[in-house]
């Protein structure tokens, strides 16, 4: 299992713009990621949280998941559909926390295994410092074969 500062850098790597804004996993395992991005930099024309930024936020753990779960030398995550909720303006740093039960994780595994894909949902929030839901999102995924 990948320690939080080499799945930041494996993410920063893959996605160059989630170094561009600072994106950084805190916590990760199998069942779990939480992320954070900082404000500073991340800004709009109005001087709060840029909607691209929290959309980027709330796409990105369900890859974290499936990559650290699933064996990537066989299988990949896309998104397929996304929809987000903007709830309140961003004015601070944000953090995101997604989840994959054991046994979703293995239905989605014996999906792909025998399909070539398998599709699941993730329902995210994304979070300021103050814990307000500044953005939700609806994820459709896959899991694919290579």
Known sequence: ????????????????????????????????VVLAVPFEGNTNHVGIMYAGV??????????????????????????????????????????????LPAERADQILA???????SEFTMDLEVRDEDDEVLMTSHGIYQLRSH
């Open 1 to 32: 299992m990948p320690s939080p500062e080499d799945t930041t850098n494996i993410v920063r790597n893959a996605i160059p713009l989630a170094d561009h804004i600072g994106l950084s996993v805190t916590e990760v395992s199998p069942q779990r």
């Open 54 to 99: 929290l959309f980027t936020a709330a796409e990105i753990p369900p890859g974290i998941l499936a990559l650290v779960r699933f064996d990537p030398a066989k299988f990949y995550p896309v998104v397929k559909q996304m929809t987000v909720d903007f709830r309140r303006p961003g004015r601070s740093g944000v953090t995101v926390v997604a989840e």
């Open 111 to 117: 999906e792909a295994e025998a399909d070539g894909k």
